[in-house]
Structures are given as C-alpha cells and as structure tokens.
C-alpha cells in the first residue's frame, strides 16, 4: 500500500487525536439529564435523583388494569381472572348495587367484566371501551407530570425521544412476558393534533415518544411499520380543562383515518392488523376510546395503547 493510498484510509476507532477530542467535548459540553439539567454519565439519559422516582412509579404500574391502565386497580383481580380482594368488591357492590347489572349490559366491553374467566378491573365495568388494552409505563404525577409537560414542545425533543425510547422497552418487555398470545404490533401510530397546536408547540409530543419507540425496538419488531394514519377533522377544545363527559363530547368525530402515501384509498390497508397508539398521557381515556373505535371502523382487529403516564383518578 502506498503512501497515497494510506492517507486515504479512515482513522481507526481508538485515533488519539478523535478519543482527545472526544474527552475535550465532554469536559466542555458534558452529558445532562434529559429532565433536570443534572450531570450524567455518557449514554445515559435520566440521572439518579429522576431514576429513583421513575423506578418507584414503575412498580406502581406492575399492578394496573390490564385493560384501561388505571394503576394499581388490576390488584382487584389476579392474572388467573379472579379478584384478590373479595372483601373490597363486596363493598363496591354493596355501595353500587346495580354493579353486577353494569357488567351484563349488551355493547360494553365489561359484558364478561364479573366472569372468573375475564380481566379488567372495576372501573372498566359498565364502560364502552373499544381499545383491548393499555400499557403506561408511569404514573402521571409531580415529576412525571412535568416531564410529559415539558415533552409535548419542540425545544424538549430530546426528552421526548429519550421517554419514547424507555417506553419502547417496557412494551418489549410487554409482550414477551404477555401471558396471552397476542403478537407484537404490525402497526405503530402517534395521537395526532391539530395543525395549529403543533405549530404554537413546535414538533414534540406524542409523535417524537413513537418515534422513539419504533427506533428501540427496530431490531426486536423488525416487520412493525410507523405510519401516520390518523388525522384530525376539526380543531377541539383543550382536553385538560374539561369534565369526563366534556371530553367525550369534545372529540366526538374528531378523528380520521388517513391513507399514507401512494396508496388508493380504496386499499384496507389496517383490515387485521394490531395497531399500537402512542400517546403521551391518558387520563379519562376518552381521546384513545375515540382513536380506537375509528381504528377498528377502519379494519383493526385490535388496538393497544402506550402512554408514558396514566393518571390514577
């Protein structure tokens, strides 16, 4: 090999001069956390202060409703479909006696609720809910509550990706502990917003958390697509100043069901296929309820949700 031919071959990865400039860099710009601004090892994204809140709300969520997320209500009812606290539901029937009624109305998705054979919790009796499940990594509280906040606006990208990364895991985590047979996701899809939210907020939230998500889990889901398929009919009122039927009447017909790219719009491209919404927080469920009915009128066999944070009442 010539001379020449040496120089124009790339640096080796340990270079001394790129390991200096590396050191250099961090000494100058060291790595922060994502939250917080605090100092942080390199690669990672969250420091100790924010991790131990994060890990203690994680095992929070280990017992939340299977269906509807709400933490801790799946303690109620064991993974075996019976409910571990007899002594707690006999006391809820007993202050709502028309319970067992609730659970026997045609069209809900509690018709089954009260059989040993079913899961959910009981605040999903008595209620339409279209999604099969729900996963939230959090619980939607004081620091959480922040982070999702400060997420939802383009200058916090790098927070929402870090946090759509992290979810990306537990989901992974998800469906292969999953005691059902339900395959991963063949469709990954973000909440959308209306076009004039997005450009006072800038381009973060809930379509940065999926992107996020689809990149962690690329080589564990390697047939499962992003697309942006939803969008909005009309602009709506904040959700957050809203009561539960408020909300429900607020996002009514709100959303659509596009078609990506070339496609004919005549081509079901969703008959079948499980379809995952992202969004960044669930409260009442009712935006995600909506989502998931348009979803399913659209052909999806079957719709999870995935929120960084649900909120417990």
């Known amino acids: 090999m010539t001379s020449r031919q040496m120089s124009r071959q790339p640096p080796p990865q340990d270079h001394f001069p790129r390991k200096l400039w590396g050191e250099m860099l961090g000494l100058l710009l060291p790595p922060t956390c994502r939250l917080c601004d605090s100092c942080v090892s390199e690669g990672e994204d969250f420091c ?11 095992h929070v969520m280990q017992s939340a409703c299977p269906v509807c997320g709400l933490p801790g209500a799946g303690a109620f009812r064991s993974r075996a479909g019976v409910f571990a606290d ?8 007993q202050a709502d006696p028309q319970l067992l009624n609730k659970a026997s109305l045609p069209g809900n998705h509690a018709d089954t609720a009260l059989d040993p054979t079913a899961e959910g919790c009981l605040g999903c009796i008595g209620k339409s809910i279209h999604f099969d499940a729900c996963v939230a990594m959090w619980v939607y509280h004081d620091l959480i509550r922040d982070a999702v906040i400060a997420s939802k606006y383009g200058h916090q990208m790098a927070l ?41 907020r800038g381009a973060g939230g809930s379509r940065v958390i999926a992107m996020g998500l689809r990149d962690a889990n690329a080589d564990a889901w ?14 709506v009122r904040k959700q957050a100043l809203l009561g539960e039927k408020e909300r429900q009447a607020n996002i009514r017909g709100a959303f ?16 079948g296929k499980h379809v995952l ?8 469920g009712a935006t995600a309820n909506e989502i998931a009915q348009t979803l399913k009128n659209a052909g999806a066999s079957r719709v999870t949700v995935a929120v960084v944070a649900r909120a417990s009442s």
């Open 160 to 200: 929402a990706d870090a946090l759509g990364r992290r979810l990306g895991n537990c989901l992974c985590r998800h469906f292969s502990d999953s005691p059902h047979e339900v395959g991963v996701p063949d469709i990954i899809t973000a909440v959308p917003s209306h076009v004039w939210r997005r450009i006072s």
């Open 222 to 235: 390697p047939q499962t697509k992003l697309v942006d398929c939803l969008a909005m009919t009309r602009r």
């Open 277 to 284: 919404l992202v969004d960044d927080v669930m409260t009442t």
């Open 48 to 58: 100790g202060q924010c991790e131990k809140v994060f890990r203690s709300s994680e």
């Open 86 to 93: 007899t002594a707690k539901l006999d006391l809820t029937v």
């Open 256 to 271: 659509r069901v596009t078609v990506p790219g070339w496609r004919s719009r005549k081509r079901p491209y969703l008959t």
